[in-house]
């Protein structure tokens, strides 16, 4: 998630004390008075529409149907994790140039770089062919972009709406909050969901934006993330909750924001951007779990996929509202920690920004007095390796009474990169990050979606996510981001004299070293932690 320092302190302070709260009201009528305040245009209606049928007659609709057994199509579903970035892209690219009657997507980012301007050229010649194409993107960082979403947008086929707008679109996202500095409420509050559905009879989930970190293109540092490609009676479940935010008040057509322009202009200015989209995102192969591309599979007219039934969780567009008892009781959260709770044997949480607050204390204590040590497992970023040092600092607070509690603590090494290329492609010299969001529970039921364990994601963003039932998924899951992320984490332990945290890292040769200061401290941290730590609400992160 990249939100900045800034806007973590920003946007949390939206719960904090009053007189912090006075603080902002100062501030947000400083810069009215400098700049103004900018508005929204009036709201525009838009005719509703809806995801086409899921029987209707597409060479996605017959492989998807054929790739699952005979009977139950109202109940099975099939499921194939990505766990690697140019597979996970390449999957998407694949089922845009199958689609013959829809593509509907919707992310929290899309970036200008090489991933995005692929992904959005793809959708450009999709629609092209004659497929409806529906795009949702979250404003919040699509300052700047409208000459992509708007060029997109003037295509034939294809509308793109963006949820919760701010009114001003320079590029510079500080200055779009403060100079929306009056709508803080409506501001503060995300569509963080990742979702892509062909001819609603195929769709891709989970963890990932549209930007080159998050497929191993980046020089810098990379994400480990897992999607998962489903079809079945789980696909027409998820077209809904798309319908859901595509119909809601919540979204407005980019071309109701973006600077005047004739339709000839933005297409214009879209095919000049995406012509620089560079060398198409390769990929092995065979996956890590020794699965060829989809595109080879679909062209075989079959994917292999393990059966399952499987739920959706989804927050409804109404939550960008404000959090209400009535959101909170069907909430992805809700739900997921409801899961949690219920857990017989153990649940193994994957989570790039984990802040249990005092409720999921509780839950943890009560489990470490019931159960023997390791109920819970929880693998998280460290500070070396984490893209939200703040969200970090919080987490860090709950840090030793987790382990106290009996929950097995491991933090990801940005030097993974350095030991293997088994989690999603080749780091090659960037930093190795978490950005998966994935539970395993009692080795058998599994969350993969967008939902961080935290109070943003709780409170504020919009979340979605698959619960797949099937030991098999689960097994593969507790593998992938358990066994082999350990090789490339820290374990956590408490010291011997039970007063301080120690870090244990395995070595290229096996050996072990413990630190007993935390690896990747640096005094840069600690003076951002004490200028913005006590703006920041923990509850809101």
């Given at each position: 998630?990249?939100?900045?320092?800034?806007?973590?302190?920003?946007?949390?302070?939206?719960g904090?004390?009053?007189?912090r709260?006075l603080?902002?009201?100062?501030?947000?009528?400083?810069?009215?008075?400098?700049?103004?305040?900018?508005?929204?245009?009036?709201?525009?209606?838009?005719?509703p529409?809806?995801?086409?049928?899921?029987?209707?007659?597409?060479?996605?609709?017959?492989?998807?149907?054929?790739?699952?057994?005979?009977g139950?199509?109202?109940?099975?579903?099939g499921?194939?994790?990505l766990?690697?970035?140019?597979?996970?892209?390449?999957?998407?690219?694949?089922?845009?140039?199958?689609?013959?009657?829809?593509?509907?997507?919707?992310?929290?980012?899309?970036?200008?770089?090489?991933?995005?301007?692929?992904?959005?050229?793809?959708?450009?010649?999709?629609?092209?062919?004659?497929?409806?194409?529906r795009?949702?993107?979250?404003d919040?960082?699509a300052?700047?972009?409208?000459?992509?979403?708007?060029?997109?947008?003037?295509?034939?086929?294809?509308?793109?709406?963006?949820?919760?707008?701010?009114?001003?679109?320079?590029?510079?996202?500080?200055?779009?909050?403060?100079?929306?500095?009056?709508?803080?409420?409506?501001?503060?509050?995300?569509?963080?969901?990742?979702?892509?559905?062909?001819?609603?009879?195929?769709?891709?989930?989970?963890?990932?934006?549209?930007?080159?970190?998050?497929?191993?293109?980046?020089?810098?540092?990379?994400?480990?993330?897992?999607?998962?490609?489903?079809?079945?009676?789980?696909?027409?479940?998820?077209?809904?909750?798309?319908?859901?935010?595509?119909?809601?008040?919540?979204?407005?057509?980019?071309?109701?924001?973006?600077?005047?322009?004739?339709?000839?202009?933005?297409?214009?200015?879209?095919?000049?951007?995406?012509?620089?989209?560079?060398?198409?995102?390769?990929?092995r192969?065979r996956?890590?779990?020794?699965?060829?591309?989809?595109?080879?599979?679909?062209?075989?007219?079959?994917?292999?996929?393990?059966?399952?039934?499987?739920?959706?969780?989804?927050?409804?567009?109404a939550?960008?509202?404000?959090?209400?008892?009535?959101?909170?009781?069907?909430?992805?959260?809700?739900?997921?920690?409801?899961?949690?709770?219920?857990?017989?044997?153990?649940?193994?949480?994957?989570?790039?920004?984990?802040?249990?607050g005092?409720?999921?204390?509780?839950?943890?204590?009560?489990?470490?007095?019931?159960?023997?040590?390791?109920?819970?497992?929880?693998?998280?970023?460290?500070?070396?390796?984490?893209?939200?040092?703040?969200?970090?600092?919080?987490?860090?607070?709950y840090?030793?009474?987790m382990?106290?509690?009996?929950?097995?603590?491991?933090?990801?090494?940005?030097?993974?990169?350095?030991?293997?290329?088994?989690l999603?492609?080749?780091?090659?010299?960037?930093?190795?990050?978490?950005?998966?969001?994935?539970a395993?529970?009692?080795?058998?039921?599994?969350?993969?979606?967008?939902?961080?364990?935290?109070?943003?994601?709780?409170?504020?963003?919009?979340?979605?996510?698959?619960?797949i039932d099937?030991?098999?998924?689960a097994?593969?899951?507790a593998?992938?981001?358990?066994?082999?992320?350990?090789?490339?984490?820290?374990r956590?332990?408490?010291?011997?004299?039970?007063n301080?945290?120690?870090?244990?890292?395995?070595?290229?040769?096996?050996?072990?070293?413990?630190?007993?200061?935390?690896?990747?401290?640096?005094?840069?941290?600690?003076?951002?932690?004490?200028?913005l730590?006590?703006?920041?609400?923990?509850?809101?992160?």
């Amino acid at each position: 998630m990249p939100n900045s320092s800034f806007l973590r302190a920003a946007f949390a302070m939206h719960g904090a004390r009053r007189s912090r709260q006075l603080v902002w009201v100062a501030l947000a009528a400083l810069v009215a008075l400098l700049a103004g305040c900018a508005q929204l245009p009036p709201v525009r209606p838009d005719a509703p529409s809806s995801a086409i049928q899921p029987g209707a007659q597409t060479r996605l609709g017959a492989i998807a149907r054929d790739s699952l057994p005979a009977g139950d199509a109202a109940v099975i579903s099939g499921f194939r994790l990505l766990p690697e970035g140019g597979t996970a892209f390449n999957a998407r690219i694949a089922l845009t140039r199958n689609a013959q009657q829809s593509v509907d997507a919707m992310y929290y980012l899309i970036a200008s770089d090489r991933v995005g301007l692929q992904f959005l050229r793809e959708l450009r010649d999709a629609a092209a062919r004659g497929v409806r194409v529906r795009l949702i993107v979250d404003d919040i960082y699509a300052g700047g972009e409208d000459p992509l979403l708007a060029g997109l947008a003037a295509f034939p086929n294809v509308e793109v709406r963006l949820f919760n707008p701010l009114p001003s679109r320079s590029s510079s996202l500080v200055w779009r909050v403060l100079r929306s500095a009056d709508d803080f409420e409506r501001i503060n509050r995300r569509m963080h969901n990742k979702l892509f559905v062909a001819d609603n009879a195929v769709s891709v989930s989970g963890g990932r934006n549209m930007a080159n970190p998050y497929f191993m293109q980046s020089r810098e540092a990379n994400f480990i993330d897992l999607d998962v490609l489903s079809t079945g009676a789980v696909v027409p479940k998820l077209s809904a909750v798309f319908d859901s935010f595509w119909n809601s008040p919540q979204v407005r057509p980019v071309d109701q924001l973006a600077a005047p322009a004739s339709a000839a202009e933005r297409r214009a200015r879209f095919d000049a951007l995406v012509a620089q989209a560079g060398e198409p995102v390769t990929e092995r192969p065979r996956d890590i779990l020794g699965a060829v591309p989809v595109a080879q599979q679909l062209a075989a007219g079959r994917l292999v996929q393990t059966i399952a039934t499987a739920r959706v969780f989804a927050d409804s567009p109404a939550k960008a509202l404000g959090f209400t008892p009535a959101v909170a009781e069907v909430s992805v959260n809700h739900q997921t920690m409801a899961l949690f709770a219920e857990a017989r044997e153990q649940v193994r949480i994957v989570s790039p920004y984990f802040i249990p607050g005092e409720r999921g204390m509780a839950m943890m204590r009560k489990a470490g007095a019931t159960q023997a040590n390791g109920r819970i497992v929880l693998v998280t970023n460290s500070l070396g390796s984490t893209d939200e040092p703040l969200a970090y600092a919080e987490y860090a607070k709950y840090r030793k009474a987790m382990l106290e509690a009996g929950v097995q603590i491991f933090e990801l090494g940005p030097e993974l990169s350095r030991m293997t290329d088994d989690l999603g492609g080749a780091f090659h010299q960037s930093i190795s990050r978490l950005h998966a969001k994935v539970a395993v529970i009692d080795e058998r039921l599994v969350f993969i979606g967008s939902m961080n364990l935290d109070g943003r994601s709780a409170l504020e963003n919009t979340e979605i996510g698959v619960v797949i039932d099937s030991h098999e998924i689960a097994y593969t899951v507790a593998d992938l981001l358990g066994q082999r992320l350990a090789a490339g984490a820290y374990r956590l332990r408490l010291s011997p004299e039970g007063n301080h945290t120690e870090w244990i890292a395995t070595e290229a040769d096996g050996s072990q070293k413990i630190h007993r200061v935390e690896p990747g401290d640096d005094w840069r941290y600690r003076l951002q932690f004490w200028l913005l730590l006590p703006l920041v609400n923990q509850d809101l992160f």
